[in-house]
Nanobody, 124 residues
Framework: QVQLVESGGGLVQAGGSLRLSCAASGRTFSSYAMGWFRQAPGKEREFVAA????????YYADSVKGRFTISRDNAKNTVYLQMNSLKPEDTAVYYC?????????????????WGQGTQVTVSS
């Protein structure tokens, strides 16, 4: 069992930065690939970024590549999403999630555990 709690969301102007954190409980955290997803009002949940259990592999959606960076600290049971050069279209609720299989990281339905989300609002 893994419980996930996101933090770090807020209101920021376009071009600004935010760092999201996702704290996990459960001693199996380091065996999971971790992903970030987001959902804007009226839209489907979409994949943002993922990181392998070791941190050695990462993968990003084209829309955030070069602006967002995912990282993890297994000693602290925490995964991070550094978001730079934010745009109004990045506005959404951001969720972290845990997936035991790296091959399915872009598919939300394959994730076993989800946090409750943190709101990110980017003003123009």
């Amino acid at each position: 069992q893994v419980q996930l709690v996101e933090s770090g969301g807020g209101l920021v102007q376009a071009g600004g930065s935010l760092r999201l954190s996702c704290a996990a409980s459960g001693r199996t955290f380091s065996s999971y690939a971790m992903g970030w997803f987001r959902q804007a009002p009226g839209k489907e949940r979409e994949f943002v970024a993922a990181i392998s259990w070791s941190g050695g592999s990462t993968y990003y959606a084209d829309s955030v590549k070069g602006r967002f960076t995912i990282s993890r600290d297994n000693a602290k049971n925490t995964v991070y999403l550094q978001m730079n050069s934010l745009k109004p279209e990045d506005t959404a609720v951001y969720y972290c999630a845990a997936d035991p299989v790296w091959d399915t990281i872009v598919d939300a339905y394959e994730y076993d555990y989800w946090g409750q989300g943190t709101q990110v609002t980017v003003s123009s």
